[in-house]
Each structure stands twice: as structure tokens, then as C-alpha cells.
């Protein structure tokens, strides 16, 4: 049952052929529909995954919703067209497609040129400079080899149409972030939040783009889970606590730095960089400094995880200013969450286009007493002079006092109708400017947002968690997977196939499963089989009970830990006490 406790890891870098291997065999994630020949850009997460993800999401939702004391939502993944024509997906949300002269393949054109060419960020680039690329370095189909030099690259746009209802149905889309869930029930989610400045609003779920060349498993998929803050702050009196994370050691990649041929990621922490400039939002800075040792606490390796600010061209117009968490792959840097100081664009814009109010009032310390310029207009002028347009002519007349006053100091004021110039006498306009007492104001907010990819996540911790060395003479692969986000955390082993021992495994497993621990049981194969399957989807710690558990006057049992494979005896008494204390953190067991 002993094992060599000084396991010796091997040199060189696992590959993602071989996780992907592995996940597929343990259970971890798999392409969809395989029975019908599978879909691009589709996976499903097997029992070890769905339980890995499902504790990452918890990790999150714990660090970024509970202890920020944020709410949270769930709202649906089809939305109406409207929803999607505010917020400029209809418009904006593409990707540059290419298609293959001789087999009919569509690949991503940004990707074709940063495969083959010295570029590394094509996506900036305008359509036209990426032709012109792909002709100067002759770049070929990757899927045929066919010279993609002259292919016209257009813009495809991501989204997945549907239908609402039968008949005249409403169009419809599957949604491309979980984002927009959140900006359209602004107006109620605010009254959650008492109209009290600054609040949060996070949301786990699916999202849907429909990639041009779906790759890399679950690193680029058509469907995907996100987990996203929008936090609304008043721009003018709301600013973020730094001294919590003013002193997190950050790896940051700055937009300066990349635009230098010898440019080099800096080492910096959170108070520093924002003091210095380098992050040029306290509010991002915050986000990043709260971001970067929850990331370290699920399993991403820290000497492989950067932040980098995105070039003005790859930067979205209404973003003040954005940086990626991103992680390294096999020699390769993936993005796993982005963070944006959006402004005021989201809500500004679906109350331009939905009509409702998206902004919180703002209650001054003492009321104002402010000047207002009013217009009363003569309708007995105004209708005979203009007919079917007086209505308008009020309009543009309430709208010319509000911004310029100046206009009426004249004998007469100059609007704008459909195109023409029309002058009213000012005495017609009953143009005045009132005194009035106001209690406060009304602002929209701006949108500080955090969004991490999860699946993109989960690969990376797998990725960074796998091991390969030798035990006893034998070659053994492991996921050292941190104990908080481990599928499994404990597994339980009868010896032998013994109905006494079986009886005692059985009961330690109950006990365990009691007190909230994941548990697997298993009495297939020698023990030495056992252990390495575990070791394979990361299991923590495995019991085993021996004849020495059910001989001995104090029942005992053998724990083994994962990674160095030591064992230690202890109680059966104190075992879930023992274990639970493991997981949260508060007892090692190299202690024990």
C-alpha cells in the first residue's frame, strides 16, 4: 500500500494534445454529438468538468458577488432585436471572415495573418491592411493550401438569429455576453439597490457567438459560460477603495511596452502602477488588484499570468481604457478576462432607443437654487404661422432655451425646420428665465466591468495543473489541482474485497459526504491503480482502510496525499473534522 514518498517531476512542458487526451478519458470535456459526427465549436463538460467548472463558478461568485456585496441575476439567453440594434451588436459585432478559393473554407482572416506573420494582434487592423497582408506574404488556406492573395475579407457578424412566438414572429438573438441582461433591467435592479450609488450586478451564464473557425477545444467555442460585473458608479463622487489592494504584486503588459521591439512585461504592484500612470482607471486598477490573487487561489500559475492593456485600435470606441488577465498555453497567451471602464455608453444608449430612464438621481447635500430658461409659446401665433409644425416649432424652441439663451436676446429667434431657417419674434416665444429651488439631479451611471470567460479558465487551470513524474519506478500522471476546485476531494478504498472492510469504507464515505465533501469510492483493481486514477482527475487525498482499521482498538485509516504521495494514520473519529479543516485552508497536512 506504500508508496515512495519523494516523487521526482519531470522535466518538460505538458502538452494541450495530451490534456485534451486525458479529458476526454477522465471525463473532463469532450466535443458534442459525437454519435452524429460532432459540431465545431460545441463541448460538453463530463462528470469531473461539470464538477470543476460548477466550483470555479462558486469560487467567483463567492469572491466577486457575496464578498463585494454585489447581487446577482439570471436573466434569459434570448433577447429581442431591439435589445441587440442599442446596444450596436447589429452593427459592430464581427469578425473579419475569408473564405478558400478552391475548398469553400471560412477561417478568421486576423487569425490566418498572426499564425504566418510576425503580427500578433490582426484583429486591430483595418480589412483592408489585412488584405494586403495576406497578399504580401502570400498566405495560404490552412485547411487545403490553396493562395488566399486577392479573397475579399469581410465582416461576418457573430450573432445567432432566431425567432420569438409563430406566425409574425419577433426576431430575435441568442445573447453574445451576459452583459446586456444586466443593462436593460437597469431600471428595476436600481430600485434593488435603493437608487444608492455605487452598486454591482454579477451573472453566470451561457453566451453564444457564432465563430468563424471555432479551434483549441474549449479555449474558442461557439457556446460558452461567462461570469461578469457591471458595477454603476457616479463618475463624479464614487472611487474605489485601493488601499485593500494597493500593495497586489501585478505582472502588467502595458500598451507602451508593446509597441517596442524590446518591450517587456512589468513588475509592479496595484498602488504603484496607478500612482505611476501606468493604469490610467483607479477603478480597473481595482478590479485587477482584486482579480489577480483570486485567479492564484483557483490554480492558475502565477509565473504564467500577466495583465495587458489593449491597443487603441483592438480597444472598443466607448472604453476610457481596458486591460485582459491573460494566461500562457504551450508558448501561447489565451485572454481569460477582460477589464473595461465602459461609461456611460450601455445605459445612455438603451434609454435613447427603449425610452425609459436609466439614470439615479443624485440628492445634493443642501437644495440649489438654480436659473431656468423656459419658453411659453403664443399658440394663436404659432399655429396659424405654421400649421402642422407648431408642435415642432415648441420643440425646437424648448430645446434652443435649454443650450442657448443668447438666441433670445434679439427681437427675433432663428430655428431650424426641416432644413430651412425660420425667425419667430421673441415676444411670441414667451421666452423667460425662472429661478427655481431643484433637490438634485439625475445622472447616469458609469459601467466599471469585470468579464471572465470560464471555460477558457478551467482549461487553463487543467493546463497548468498537469504533471507528469515517477513513483515507485513507474511514470505516473497528476492534475495538481488546488483542494477548493477539485472535482473530487477525498477518494475512499476498501483494501481488498472484503465485506468487513467494505462495511467500514462504506460508513466513512457517508460520514464524509455528511459533512459537505465531494467523496469517490472505489474497490475495482489493486490499490496502487486505484491512486493513480485519482491522481489523474485530481483528487486531493484518498483513504484507504486496512485490516488495521477494523483490528485495532483506535479505528484508523491511511490518508494519502496527492502530490507527494505521503501518508499519515489517523482517527476515523476526526477524518471529515480533519479533511474539512484541509479544505478550507485552515489545517496543512504536512501539520497533521
Keep these: 500500500m506504500s508508496e515512495t514518498a519523494n516523487a521526482t517531476e519531470t522535466e518538460g512542458e505538458p502538452t494541450s494534445e495530451k490534456l485534451v487526451e486525458l479529458a476526454k478519458r477522465r471525463g473532463y470535456f469532450f466535443q458534442s454529438s459525437g454519435s452524429y459526427g460532432g459540431v465545431g465549436g460545441f463541448y460538453t463538460f463530463g462528470p469531473q468538468g461539470a464538477a470543476l467548472k460548477g466550483n470555479v463558478e462558486d469560487a467567483w461568485r463567492d469572491r466577486f458577488a457575496v464578498a463585494e456585496g454585489n447581487m446577482e441575476i439570471d436573466a434569459p439567453t434570448i433577447m429581442p432585436e431591439p435589445v441587440f440594434e442599442a446596444s450596436g451588436h447589429l452593427e459592430g459585432f464581427d469578425d473579419m471572415l475569408v473564405e478558400c478559393p478552391d475548398c469553400g ?3 478568421r482572416a486576423d487569425h490566418v495573418v498572426e499564425d504566418d506573420t510576425e503580427y500578433e494582434d490582426a484583429e486591430s487592423l483595418p480589412i483592408p491592411e489585412v488584405e494586403e ?27 445567432f438569429a432566431t425567432n420569438i412566438g409563430p406566425g409574425d414572429s419577433q426576431p430575435g438573438y441568442l445573447r ?3 452583459a446586456q441582461g444586466i443593462f436593460v433591467e437597469f431600471p428595476r435592479l436600481k430600485e434593488y439597490a435603493r437608487n444608492q450609488l455605487p452598486f454591482g450586478v454579477t451573472q453566470i451564464g451561457r453566451a453564444y457567438r457564432n465563430e468563424i473557425s471555432p479551434r483549441r477545444s474549449i479555449i474558442r467555442t461557439r457556446e460558452f459560460t461567462q461570469a461578469e460585473l457591471e458595477y454603476f458608479v457616479d463618475p ?19 500598451a507602451s511596452e508593446q509597441q517596442t521591439d524590446d518591450g517587456e512585461v512589468i513588475e509592479t504592484t496595484v498602488g504603484a502602477a496607478v500612482e505611476e500612470g501606468v493604469i490610467g482607471d483607479p477603478w480597473v486598477a481595482y478590479f485587477l488588484g482584486v482579480a489577480k490573487p483570486w485567479y492564484e487561489s483557483v490554480g492558475v500559475d502565477m509565473d504564467r499570468f500577466r495583465f495587458r492593456q489593449h491597443l487603441s485600435g483592438e480597444r472598443a470606441h466607448y472604453a476610457a481604457d481596458c486591460w485582459d488577465a491573460e494566461s500562457e498555453i504551450d ?14 455608453y450601455d445605459l445612455s444608449k438603451h434609454a435613447e432607443h427603449s425610452g425609459d430612464r ?3 438621481f443624485r440628492q445634493y447635500d ?27 416649432v415648441v420643440s425646437e424652441l424648448e430645446a434652443l432655451a435649454g443650450r442657448d439663451r443668447a438666441a433670445f436676446e434679439g427681437d427675433a429667434v432663428e430655428i431650424d425646420l426641416e432644413g430651412e431657417t425660420r425667425e419667430i419674434p421673441v415676444e411670441k416665444t414667451g421666452f423667460a428665465v425662472e429661478e427655481e429651488t431643484i433637490a438634485g439631479e439625475h445622472v447616469t451611471p458609469h459601467v466599471v466591468e469585470p468579464s471572465f470567460g470560464v471555460d477558457r479558465l478551467v482549461y487553463t487551470v487543467l493546463h497548468h495543473a498537469y504533471r507528469e513524474d515517477e513513483v515507485d519506478g513507474e511514470e505516473r500522471t497528476y492534475l495538481e489541482l488546488p483542494p477548493e476546485v477539485a472535482p473530487t476531494f477525498v477518494g475512499v478504498f476498501p483494501l481488498q474485497n472484503d465485506a468487513d472492510l467494505e462495511a467500514q469504507a462504506d460508513e466513512i464515505v457517508d460520514d464524509l459526504r455528511e459533512a459537505g465533501l465531494s467523496v469517490s469510492y472505489d474497490d475495482s483493481g489493486n490499490i496502487g491503480r486505484r491512486y493513480r486514477r485519482q491522481d489523474e482527475v485530481g483528487t486531493p487525498f484518498c483513504v484507504t482502510v486496512d485490516y488495521e482499521t477494523i483490528e485495532e482498538d483506535q479505528t484508523t485509516v491511511t490518508v494519502r496525499e496527492r502530490d507527494t504521495t505521503a501518508q499519515k ?12 479543516a484541509i479544505r478550507e485552508g485552515d489545517l496543512a497536512f504536512d501539520e497533521l
Excluded at 485601493?242 to 504584486?249: A, F, G, K, T
Excluded at 443642501?366 to 415642432?392: C, H, I, N
Excluded at 494514520?569 to 474539512?580: G, K, N
Design 236 to 254: 463624479e463622487t464614487d472611487e474605489p477603495d485601493l488601499e485593500r489592494v494597493e500593495n497586489v504584486e501585478v505582472a502588467l503588459y502595458p
Design 331 to 344: 508558448g501561447n497567451w489565451i485572454e481569460l478576462a477582460g477589464f473595461a471602464y465602459r461609461s456611460d
Design 105 to 107: 473554407e471560412s477561417h
Design 176 to 178: 453574445p455576453e451576459t
Design 366 to 392: 443642501e437644495p440649489k437654487t438654480v436659473e431656468r430658461a423656459t419658453v411659453d409659446p403664443d399658440m394663436s401665433y404659432l399655429g396659424p404661422e405654421f400649421g402642422g409644425d407648431a408642435q415642432t
Design 133 to 159: 497582408v495576406i497578399a504580401e506574404y502570400e498566405l495560404v488556406c490552412p485547411s487545403c493550401g490553396a493562395g488566399l492573395a486577392g479573397q475579399a475579407v469581410e465582416a461576418f457578424n457573430l450573432m
Design 358 to 360: 436609466f439614470t439615479v
Design 569 to 580: 494514520r489517523l482517527s476515523v473519529d476526526e477524518l471529515a473534522e480533519t479533511l474539512t
